[in-house]
């Protein structure tokens, strides 16, 4: 779903700037799902704006407002204004791991191959 800026006036980002922008609403997610908010793709390219933390992630346990965190990775200055899209909410079923402390971990192929490391 979209997420919209509730805000009373006009927020403007400069270059290199993050806010936290308010959404105006507080959501129940149930437990074993998380919400992730993620950058509009439009915003994106048109404007150089992101999630600084994206995706960003809503615990089950958060009752409080949704804020986003904006930043402008772009040259110009941005206006946010009320009522804008600003990011978009995606609900996931998570997963918890149950870790186990080890020596050794199984060899792969991979191995400690890291960025780069499979080719373009």
């Known amino acids: 779903m979209d997420l919209f800026a509730c805000l009373d006036e006009d927020v403007v980002l400069g270059p290199g700037e993050r806010r936290l922008i308010p959404t105006g609403i507080s959501i129940a997610i149930p437990v074993g799902f ?20 994206g995706p960003g992630t809503i615990d089950s346990d958060y009752r409080g407002e949704v ?41 792969t192929q991979r191995q400690g191959g890291g960025f780069g490391h499979t080719g373009i």
Do not use: M, T
């Open 34 to 53: 998380e919400g992730q908010i993620r950058a509009r793709s439009g915003l994106a390219i048109q404007k150089g704006i992101g999630v600084i933390n």
């Open 67 to 107: 804020g986003v965190l904006l930043i402008n990775f772009g040259q110009e200055p941005c206006v946010i204004h009320p009522g804008d899209r600003i990011a978009q909410l995606v609900i996931s079923q998570v997963f918890r791991a149950d870790l186990e402390e080890v020596e050794e971990l199984p060899a």
